[in-house]
């Protein structure tokens, strides 16, 4: 449902969809049958995750160089995706720099150059729009993953340029997240967009929560997970079932 969401809609629209989950339900497993379906289908799945990235600029630069990679493998490579990914590694490189002098002290200087990288690298909506002439038709479709574990402040930015920049025909834009987190980081850092329930709402035009995983669900994830367990008894196994957590990451982590 989700891949077909993404890539379904007519073709001068732009889809933002919410994949919604707490930790450990199975949102990056989700994220990975999506992207299956979108190379099965023949369209551009760019998988980017920001958790790890410490600055706007940083960030930016680590999605120039995804956009430009997935535009490669595909055959749509252009001029504008080739700039595009040199100014994503040429941001990379300053950004060590940057981190060199916060480290030395020179703090300033390190604000200075990130304020400087964060308004040239950020893709803007021109670039964005000759980079999906490209594509021949396909559906961009970027997959965000660990939005929920990114540096707090940077959420915002990420989700107001996503719907800002990308707000373009022929991109199509998945966050998977947990909503809770993500809220408390909008309403620690920017209070005044008010309830963050409700700016979600302004972001994403088809939010899906993950269901809750089901008995019968649990007891096929255990026995796979038992299968290459040999040495673990299926019986005993099987007599705890109930007593387990029914989220997937903390039963294999049970296993």
């Excluded at 998988?47 to 535009?71: C, D, H, Q, T």
């Excluded at 300033?108 to 729009?129: M, Q, T, W, Y």
């Excluded at 088809?206 to 026995?223: G, Q, S, Y």
């Amino acid at each position: 449902e989700i891949a077909r969401l993404a890539t379904e809609a007519p073709s001068n629209w732009p889809v933002r969809i919410g994949v919604y989950g707490g930790w450990g339900s199975g949102k990056t497993t989700v994220l990975e049958m999506v992207e299956s379906h979108l190379d099965e289908q023949g369209h551009i799945a760019i998988r980017f995750n920001p958790w790890g990235y410490s600055a706007k600029a940083e960030m930016w630069a680590g999605l120039l160089v995804a956009i430009r990679s997935a535009l490669f493998k595909a055959g749509a490579h252009s001029e504008s995706t080739t700039i595009g990914w040199a100014r994503g590694r040429f941001a990379q490189l300053v950004g060590i720099g940057k981190a060199v002098a916060a480290d030395l002290g020179a703090k300033e200087s390190a604000a200075l150059v990130e304020d400087f990288l964060h308004g040239r690298i950020r893709p803007s909506p021109e670039e964005l729009a000759r980079i999906a002439e490209t594509a021949g038709g396909k559906r961009i479709v970027i997959l965000v993953d660990d939005l929920d574990r990114t540096k707090p402040e940077l959420v915002p930015e990420l989700l107001h340029k996503f719907k800002e920049a990308l707000d373009l025909p022929g991109f199509s834009v998945v966050l998977f997240l947990d909503p809770g987190v993500v809220g408390m980081a909008l309403e620690e850092h920017h209070p005044a967009w008010g309830d963050a329930e409700h700016f979600l709402q302004k972001i994403v035009d088809f939010p899906r929560h993950l269901p809750e995983v089901r008995e019968a669900d649990l007891r096929r994830l255990i026995l796979h997970e038992a299968d290459r367990c040999p040495k673990v008894p299926r019986e005993p196994l099987l007599g705890v079932l109930s007593l387990l957590s029914r989220n997937p990451r903390a039963a294999r982590g049970f296993m």
